[in-house]
């Protein structure tokens, strides 16, 4: 099931859901390409040949298609940064995850293995009937008498057929047919060499004969072959059975031709078809060879009724374009679902800066924690619009900055309120609820509207609405159980606050788990999954244990691009840091800016898929408390060039031996300058740098 | 005693040959048989007498030994033989479907009596219309 789920979520089962889902369309413009053209020709060879053509394109279209959407270059999964652990600050993503709307996406995440399924089916099945069909030539078969094999031969060479055919006679077949490309042979039910006036065997043996001069049974074994590979198209197996037809009334053309006697044809046609025995058969699939068209038509007599066209295959055809058309619409936006909607979590509700960035900046935690106290009136009427409103699933992306914030969580977990369910829901939901609904709950007022939101709350995330239990809700909970009692190692505070404890609750348990917390000088522990959906990737976690505790990272597929810094000034960015309180901490007074950081250069690096923009600032040479301010301006994009369109503040520990502190943005396309400020604390010393990038 | 199919060997193809003519005729001596399988190969008398007596044994032909010359008649029919060559695994699950794969003038699936009718009513009056 691993295995399975693995593989459906791979890149490669991903292009084969495209590729299936564009055939949809692709092979009903062509089967509607070959009504036209079989509206306008009149010989079989060339109704023939149309639809041979029309079968080809298909399996082209779909052969080229899978070439284009195929991931020729997949990333490989590798650690980005080999980072410390004391130093990091890592991207954590929330998912919000609202009643899911049904997307084309998620059908085309199954359908791959089920096709996969259908054609191994029927590809065995073919194999079967392959085999079968083989030993009607040697299973209560005897050659047929002298004099039928020689006229078999004369025949032959009339026919324009160079490789030898036996004659058989069978007490299996119920009719002639014939078997084999390499070495053809004709086999007829025992009885019907002799129970029919010579022209008449002679003129099936034409028939056969012409099948053979055609190779038609290499070509049904093609045909068969693709027929099965789009078997789920029903324009496939329509192109198909008009291929089946035609082939047949070419033969009988070529009969026709070669004897100049209509009648007499069409008359053993009849006569063989009559003479089968009345037993009842095995159930045989309709090959949509109907033999009274085939002789009205030999005898040039108009169709009673025009069925050319026939009903049900016009009627399929139809639906499938218009499911195809249905879809097409859908299909884009579920392509973009991949990028999600990225919200400004700082404190300030004016949130996000509308569409003409996908994202703006992550603020550092600690401003994200609802601060206000509750607030009077409007607040109500807000926040029941929003609960009401607020449908598509939201992804946030947030930092987590290091353990205050599980602190902060904590004490409020801990505090004399959170006795009351009030602050207990705040904490227990702290990551997965969005920062409105955060917002609007704070400003709730009497426990019923709180009662009231919280039902809402788990409403919105009910994967099955309507049903007595809420699957989400129930399996939030257990993890957060499951969390609190087995990653608890800090102390008295609970595992759900822990790093591990937080991925659990988020993405569930991991598919793979690596232990190196003995490992003495990088004591870490990872995890992987093979699929993330908020990342459409696998994903691996590095938690670094840290004394008693672990901090995360997340890593990604390799990036597609690094852009190094340069030495440049950033004025007004270092006015900012000096001017903010030094937050308690003994700090040596502020120096002038240097340009260029001590160690080596900072770095953003674009990864792959989402795209992900990651700031990597290397700490080489610092030591202490280090500041850091990290900030992406537009240079050329979608939005006002020089608008800042993403900024983080923040700190870590530096240990002087080295380490990274990254942040990541999510980023229109566009050109960009990253720019960097860092202070240690400890020595007063300011470094800037900057870096121009591109995402593409 | 009427042996089950599974009784009774199935036949070679130099018995189906001898079993075909017995199906075609009905009841006939080793002459007549004779007489008709080397109009397929050449045949010496004695080697189809040979073929035959075995098949005796086998019990897939029966000896009338009342007459002066020995009349064979097959102990089965030939769609009881078809059964029992059909009733291979193989052919039982996948007999039905070979059709797709081989090359017929007719279809695998039979004509109605409804479209025999129609068939025989258009070869008449293409006939009529030709005279």
Redesign the interface.
Known sequence: MNALNLWIHSLRAEALGWTLFHFLWEGAAIAGALVLLLAALKPARARYAAACAALLAMALAFGITLAVEWPWHPPQFTILTGAPAWNFTGAVFANGTGATPFRWSDAVTWAPALWLLGVVGLYLYHLGSWMAAQRLRRMGTCLAPEMWQRRVRELAAIAGVSRPVALLESCLAEVPLMIGYLKPAIVTPIGLLAGLPPEQVEAILLHELAHIRRADYLINLFQTAVEGLLFYHPAVWWVSGVMRAERENCCDDSVVALQGNVHQYAAALFTVERSRSRAPQSALAATGNNLARRIRRLLGQPESRDLSLPVLPSALLLVSVAVALAAWQPAPAARQVQKPVDVLLAAQPAAPEPASFAIVAAEPVRANEPDAPPEPPAAQQSARPQAAVQPAPLDVTYIIADEERSAFLHQQAVSPQSATGRWQFLSDTSFIITPEERTAYTKLQTSEEQDKFIEQFWARRNPTPGAPTNSFHDEFYRRLSYAASHFAVLGNRTGAYTAPGWAYIKYGPPDQIEDHTSDARNPSLFWRYNYLEAFHNKAEFQFVKVGENYRQQLNFPPPLAIFTGVRAAADDLVTALNNESRQGQSAAPAQAATTGLPGTHATISISPEKPMVILSVPLDGLSGRVDVIGQIRAVSSTGAPGATVASVRDYVQASGSGGTWQSNFTLAHGSYVGRVVVRENATGGIYTEEINFEVK | MHPKPTDLP??T??E??I??VL??RGASTVRDVHAEVS???PTQYTTVLKFMQIMAEKGLVRRDERARAHIYRATRP??W??RQ??G?L??R???????????????????SPQ??A???K??D???KG?K
């Open positions: 199935r036949p193809e130099a189906l040959e079993l075909a199906w075609s109009r397929r190969k030939q769609a033989t078809q060559i059909a291979d193989l052919q699950a996948f007999g039905g479907s070979a059709a797709s794969m081989v090359m017929g003038a007719l279809a695998a699936q039979k004509a479209e025999l129609e068939i025989r258009l070869l009056e293409y006939e030709t």
